[in-house]
């Protein structure tokens, strides 16, 4: 274990996630979309200019897009509700237009189609119907002015090249068997965007090389011209994408969900394209990941929405592409998207899970608890340890357990049970009383658990 100087140690704050710490999340709280809820999108901004975590989600059950209006306690309102094309399952920021606004793809399944919101924050409107995709459309993605569609019934991609005026053209380009996710990056380092599709059916991921069309322009766009696609394996079922630097190596990496194994599949960037994946375990039935930095360590972690287990489950990233074993945390039924945004802007990342089953959102807190400044007093000759535990966002009560010993662990100065009334953003006081003087350091430690949470947490601190 590494030792602290005294001067830090007596004024240190450990605050969850602390670098490197699990992240852990409060027990999920359900929020009301529409029927059939599919894919969600989380952004500060999204629907007014608070800062505060806005959500959009597209219904596939009832036609249309769900708003749902953050709040500073990380709590959504109640949603508004426009209509979309037929069948909505996926959505994307962008495209891009010369007006900077915030604007939204979707692709719609039932009617094979993709279209635009246009304007999105002043107006909150209505999908505008952009044109035809191929067959049964199951995801959509943005490369600044133009949208990219995958077509899980046609085993294609539907490009259209805008101009930022609101003009396109369109092509239809081969993928692998079963499109069920896409995403666009630079893949082979040339300087141009190429597209990489999750193929459901064929157990792999197309990477599709663009080049650019010479007979394109700002007035009349063209489509890339796209080299046939290389597909690399990817473990069965891939039904989602994700791209990330999860090695530091640069490229970017895959990662997809594998919904009949059970698994996420890693697919690290190669000279030749892609390594072959390496499967971890997550819950059952995974549809949709997500990439980001759970818990504060500069590392990119892994986070699955099980739609089987009714879970989403949480892979940390060793930074070397690597990760740890999955935990899991339930949400409600049958998630089928996950994003993942602080919510409540405490530091700390927060998750967001749609799910087809209960037609709601659920969010999932992170649990920034804190151990604030422990520090030892003399009180009518008697050595006290005073350690303040603070709970951001949570106002339920907590019980906390303290415990102080001699730095070398052996001898137990002080054991003692609280209950603590927590506030939102308050530090309540735990006194911590030994029986008896002690010279030097001691180890203070400090565990509590938040009621109905998964499990306790434990934070440990240094201070004389």
């Not at 009383?433 to 440990?460: L, M």
Request: some cysteine; aromatic content about 6%.
């Amino acid at each position: 274990m590494r030792t602290l100087p005294a001067a830090i140690a007596a004024t240190l704050l450990l605050a969850a996630p602390a670098y490197g710490a699990n992240a852990n999340f409060l027990p999920a709280q359900n929020y009301r979309a529409h029927t059939g809820p599919a894919s969600l999108l989380v952004g500060g901004d999204l629907v007014d200019n608070t800062g505060w975590g806005d959500v959009a989600v597209v219904n596939q059950g009832s036609n249309d897009i769900s708003y749902l209006t953050g709040t500073p306690f990380g709590s959504l309102e109640a949603p508004l509700n426009r209509q979309a094309a037929g069948g909505p399952v996926s959505l994307a920021f962008g495209p891009a237009d010369v007006d900077n606004d915030i604007n939204l793809a979707i692709a719609n399944r039932a009617s094979n189609s993709f279209g635009i919101v246009r304007n999105l924050q002043d107006i909150l409107s209505s999908e505008q119907r952009i044109g035809a995709a191929g067959t049964q459309p199951s995801a959509v993605t943005t490369n600044y002015f133009d949208v990219i569609v995958a077509n899980e019934g046609s085993n294609n991609i539907t490009y259209a090249a805008g101009n930022g005026f609101g003009s396109y053209a369109f092509g239809n380009f081969p993928a692998g068997e079963g499109p069920s996710g896409v995403a666009s990056t630079d893949a082979d380092g040339d300087g141009i965007r190429d597209v990489l599709v999750a193929n459901r059916n064929g157990s792999n991921v197309s990477m599709l090389v663009a080049q650019p069309n010479p007979n394109s322009s700002t007035n009349n766009p063209a489509t890339p011209i796209f080299a046939p696609p290389v597909n690399f394996a990817a473990g069965a079922t891939p039904s989602d994408i994700a791209l990330g630097q999860l090695d530091g190596a640069g490229g970017a990496d895959i990662v997809v969900p594998n919904e009949s194994a059970g698994t996420v599949s890693v697919l690290l960037a190669g000279a030749d394209g892609y390594v072959p994946p390496v499967a971890y375990r997550v819950g059952s039935g995974p549809t949709a990941v997500a990439l980001g930095d759970v818990n504060n360590d500069r590392r990119t972690d892994i986070v699955a929405a099980n739609s089987t287990s009714n879970s989403v489950s949480v892979l940390q990233g060793n930074g070397n592409g690597t990760f740890g074993a999955a935990r899991s945390f339930r949400a409600h039924t049958r998630p089928s998207d996950v994003a993942i945004s602080d919510l409540n802007q405490d530091g700390a990342q927060d998750l967001v899970v749609t799910n087809a089953g209960s037609n709601d959102v659920s969010v999932l807190l992170q649990s920034p608890a804190a151990i604030a400044s422990c520090h030892v007093t003399r009180y009518r000759g008697q050595d006290i340890v005073s350690c303040g535990l603070r709970i951001s966002g949570y106002s339920r009560t907590v019980r906390a357990v303290g415990r102080v010993t001699r730095y070398n662990g052996k001898v137990a100065y002080a054991s003692s049970a609280q209950t603590i009334n927590t506030r939102p953003n308050r530090t309540s006081t735990m006194r911590l009383i030994p029986r008896s003087r002690f010279p030097g350091f001691v180890s203070v430690t400090v565990s509590y658990a938040i009621p109905g949470a998964a499990r306790r947490v434990t934070q440990t601190m240094v201070v004389k």
